[in-house]
């Protein structure tokens, strides 16, 4: 039999449950509806209030980020952090104990800046000292550039220096070695030098001992040459005695008056002897002209021959041959003779003129300064001007004057003929008071024949 099962209906507390349950649903739907609608609210303020602090784009930036990192370190607010610093910015401006807003603080800064402005000749004066210390940085760079090179320069010196060093040592060790070689040799030499100096010594000896042999052979012929010299004197009295010379000369003009006599003559030799010497005033250079004995001192000086003094002693003299007339050679008593020489006095002279000395036809530049330096050479003496005591005057030719200019003529042209003229005056004025005095006259030829010139060829 089928058992018949009767459904019996929910029982009420099920449906209390599932409205009670739906009940609670709806309340917390409604719940968290109006809470998600109120955060939802709170965050758009939320981002309202954020983005009026900092927009979206900045808030992503790194320097949010760094401020957030300088918050969370500090304990701060990103808001209260900037606030801070703000704050303390101001205080900065201001000054400690003085509170600026914002507004303030701008304005004080631009006073600053205007200030600065006005003092824009501090800032150009900043400028050229940063530019004048950044050269100076330069310049110390490129020093310290240099003394690196000078460092490098100065290692290179110093090892080459050493290379010398090195050189020179070895050099000394080689100069050393010769110098002990040549020592060694020297002592050789000496040892060969003594030897050499006992041989010489030995010869010299040898030889001094043949000298004074030489010698006493000598003083013998000495003496007797003193005998002929003394008996050559004895002659030459009797000469001067029979001839006059020595004695006031009466009648016989100066220029024609003898100074001396040959004591010896060798026609076969160059040399002869006079009877005059050094106590004489006779001196080595002096010349003299050889008249005939029989003649005399001839008028226009010109005489057989004409000879220089060689060597001078106190009574006579050597005398070496200069000029002579062929076939009339000089005998012992033969004259001599020099116008510009005395044994007695000095004579003096008057020179003026033009002088031709070796006979070309031409006159020479400064003959008459050579005509006086014989004249002092062979013992006379000089005068300035003709007096009464003066002895000769030696007259050259007359001074050539060229034709007078005419007055418009050039000033070099009137001052040469005024020097030639001036000459020419005072070479008459010499020969006109020479006639009037009675003082003899010497020409060019004359005066050198009476002296015994040779003009030089």
Known sequence: MARIVQHRSNPPYLVVTFVFLFLITTGFAVFFQTSWSDAVRQLEAKTDDLNAYALAREQGSEQVANLRTLAKK?????????????????????????????????????????????????????????????????????????????????????QALQQANDTFAAQMDSVKAEMEALRQKVADLSASYDQQLAQISTKWSDTLAQKDRTLNAKDDEVGEREKDIRRLNSQVDQLKDLIGIGKPATGIKPELRPDGIILRADPHETAVYIDIGAEDRVRIGQSFSVYDQRKGVDPDGKGKAKIVIKNVYPRI????????????????????????????????????????????????PGGAEQVSAMIAQYGGKLADKVSIDVDFAVLGSPPAVPTKPSPGAPAVEQALWQQKQGSLDAYDKVRATAVDYHIPVLNTNRFLAFVGYMPKK
């Open 317 to 364: 003299a050597e005398c070496q041959i200069i000029e002579s007339v062929p076939g009339d050679p000089m005998v012992v008593g033969d004259l001599i003779a020099n116008v510009a020489f005395d044994i007695a006095s000095k004579p003096l002279f008057v020179v003026e003129g033009e002088f031709d000395l070796n006979g070309d036809g031409n006159i020479d």
């Open 74 to 158: 500090s304990g701060k607010s990103v808001l209260g952090l900037v606030l801070g610093e703000q704050q303390e910015l101001l205080t900065q401006i201001g000054g400690p104990g003085v509170s600026l807003s914002t507004g303030q603080a701008i304005a004080l800064i631009k006073a600053k800046m205007n200030e600065l402005n006005a003092e824009a000749g501090l800032l150009a004066l900043a400028d050229r000292l940063v530019s004048q210390m950044r050269a100076a940085d330069k310049l110390a760079v490129d020093t310290a550039e240099q003394i690196k090179t000078l460092n490098a320069t100065a290692q290179a010196k110093q």
